[in-house]
């Protein structure tokens, strides 16, 4: 992440002497080439240091996406920081920063007034985040007690109260996943029931002594495992290390004892209230 800023920095200095518009777009146009470029390499990319993603928290920004998209949010963003800069350097060039801005609260304003409605059903959901026991580190047992956790989260909500309940990423994983497992499954399966709701379960599932998948689950309100998605892109160095091979003298890297797999096609799960996915 360091090295594109240091490019993108460079880049600039060198076009530092056009004219105002031009470096303006110059500068809006080379983050985005950069952005682009960092999510797809190398090794699959590190999408998750685009610009557009943050300003979701933003009033108004959310409803916003569905007219421009996280990449609009990259560009508005840097055309303020583009404008304010040339604002420093001279004031007379105020419009660029100006123009910048109102575009932002225009669409700002209409994300917040004409956002995206439901066009379905709206589900009551329970989003169960039971963490980690030993957060930071790893300690004894801590697959098992990652899903007592969230097992015993669901296991507090009322009967019949949702309908809809999602488990986080790596909430159960081998040998406590309910594919392996039967006490999980059963588990589950009996939340699933006793809540009549459906139970999206994430986790992560060993194949080998180097590889594991990481998959997500949907059971039906009857206990029915309705289907399975495993992830496609992993993340460099998090599920799988590039270059095991030249990289093995790094300590930390022992961390990631396993490559992820990654799944080959995207997959909907049919409910009866819709498509989810």
């Not at 090794?43 to 996280?70: E, H, K, N, R, T």
């Not at 001279?90 to 910048?100: G, I, T």
Request: aromatic share 14%; hydrophobic share 45%; net charge negative.
């Amino acid at each position: 992440m360091g090295t594109f800023g240091a490019f993108y920095a460079l880049w600039l200095w060198t076009f530092r002497l056009w004219t105002p518009w031009r470096w303006f777009y110059l500068s809006i146009g080379g983050w985005v080439v950069l952005e682009f470029v960092r999510g797809h390499f190398p090794f699959g990319g590190f999408p998750w240091g685009d610009i557009g993603y943050p300003a979701a928290s933003l009033p108004g920004a959310l409803g916003s996406v569905q007219w421009i998209g996280p990449s609009g949010w990259t560009v508005l963003t840097v055309s303020v920081a583009a404008g304010i800069t040339l604002v420093i350097e001279n004031r007379e060039s105020w419009r660029f920063a100006v123009d910048s801005l109102a575009v932002v609260m225009l669409v700002m304003i209409g994300g917040a007034l004409l956002g995206p409605a439901p066009s379905a059903q709206v589900w009551r959901t329970a989003i169960v985040q039971g963490g980690s026991p030993c957060p930071q580190i790893h300690c004894q047992n801590e697959t098992m007690r990652i899903y007592e956790r969230h097992i015993e989260l669901t296991r507090a909500i009322p009967d019949r109260t949702v309908e809809f309940v999602v488990w986080p990423e790596n909430s159960v994983g081998t040998p406590w996943e309910p594919d392996e497992n039967e006490e999980v499954r059963t588990a589950i399966i009996e939340q699933a029931r006793r809540l009549d709701a459906y139970m999206l379960i994430s986790g992560t599932r060993i194949v080998d002594d180097g590889r594991f998948i990481n998959f997500n689950a949907l059971y039906s309100p009857e206990g029915v495992k309705i289907g399975e998605y495993h992830k496609r892109h992993p993340v460099p160095f998090g599920e799988f290390v590039p270059l095991r091979g030249l990289f093995g003298f790094v300590p930390q890297l022992d961390q990631v004892p396993r490559d992820m797999i990654s799944g080959t096609q995207s997959i909907v799960f049919p409910t009866e209230q819709g498509i989810v996915g």
